[in-house]
């Protein structure tokens, strides 16, 4: 029994061993002074920066905010927004839950997130009233829902109509006024894909894989995310050892892409080092090739390619996962 005991975990050590030497990922290894392999803290899934702000900490910043008689007001880009009492946009969190309603925004996370509470909330002209609701927070807060999404405003909103939290860290998204992610009219909402075809500078096709190739008239063939958005890879970053140059403020511009299954992913993709990146900020990223791989904010529409050569170190990805435009 022993003997069969020991071979089998000398197996598995074997195996884990093969998967993080393979992107040269070591237990080790540091970035900024963090361990790359460390287990993600309990409440660290809103990322560095990718939820809250380095900036964001200090006690103002973490009271609530009370809803009020909301509003709906028309954004140039987003289309229709929800609004407090006081003018400013209400988001909602990817990582909440609106059946049952949840949220798992607490800690520093609500320092740059504020509650907007239930208090005295009063729904909008023109929409449906039953689509407001309340949870009960840890701290006895009654935090406002729509149609069961929890309600917050962003620390660096700070004036009203501001929308700066808009695709913070891939999972945050102003709301709509029925509680779906605002979107404009004609366009795909974030965190979803619209029906039709897609035209280059469209909207995204409904049968988007969770990777695929897209054709691009300048670049070529470049990799898209499910929602179409073009995929860009940074110079600064490293795939052996696996390192992120990517934090704080930068990840507002840059969101990472989530894991994705390699069954969800378009054939021609390189599947090598497809792994994903334990972040020492707690996100789980993507990569190809062992790279960790990104959208971009100013893409605001499927077949953008904004990102393409920003700063001499952002470059789209190309399905092999080389630097498309760039020597490597």
């Known amino acids: 029994m022993n003997t069969w005991r020991n071979a089998s975990l000398a197996v598995t050590a074997a195996a884990v061993l093969a998967l993080t030497t393979a992107c040269g990922q070591d237990q080790g290894t540091t970035t900024n002074g963090q361990s790359v392999g460390a287990a993600k803290p309990a409440d660290a899934g809103y990322g560095a920066d990718a939820g809250y702000g380095a900036d964001a900490g200090t006690a103002n910043t973490a009271a609530a905010k009370p809803a009020g008689q909301l509003a709906v007001a028309t954004d140039t880009k987003l289309g229709k927004v929800l609004t407090d009492g006081e003018g400013f946009t209400l988001y909602r969190f990817d990582k909440d839950t609106a059946s049952p309603p949840k949220s798992n925004c607490e800690g520093d996370c609500e320092k740059a997130w504020p509650v907007v509470t239930a208090d005295n909330a009063k729904a909008a002209a023109g929409t449906d009233a039953q689509l407001l ?62 029906a039709g075809g897609a035209a280059a500078g469209g909207t995204a096709p409904a049968d988007l894989k969770g990777l695929s190739v897209r054709k691009d008239a300048k670049l070529g063939d470049v990799v898209v995310d499910s929602k179409g958005m073009t995929v860009y890879r940074f110079t600064k970053d490293s795939a052996w050892p696996m390192k992120t140059a990517c934090t704080g403020e930068c990840l507002d511009k840059w969101p990472v892409v989530a894991p994705v299954d390699k069954n969800d992913t378009a054939a021609g993709i390189l599947k090598k080092g497809f792994v994903t990146f334990d972040r020492p900020d707690g996100i789980k990223q993507q990569t190809m090739d062992c790279w960790p791989i990104y959208t971009f904010a100013g893409d605001k529409k499927p077949g953008d390619t904004n990102g393409q050569g920003v700063g001499g170190t952002w470059f789209a990805v190309s399905p092999d996962s080389k630097l498309v435009g760039a020597s490597e």
């Open 133 to 194: 609701g309340e949870i009960t927070r840890t701290d006895g807060t009654k935090q406002l829902t729509v149609d069961g999404w929890p309600m917050y405003r962003y620390a660096k909103d700070t004036a009203a109509g501001d929308t700066n939290g808009e695709g913070v860290g891939g999972t945050w998204f102003a709301s709509a006024p029925d509680g779906k992610k605002a979107a404009a009219a004609g366009g795909a909402a974030a965190g979803g894909t619209a």
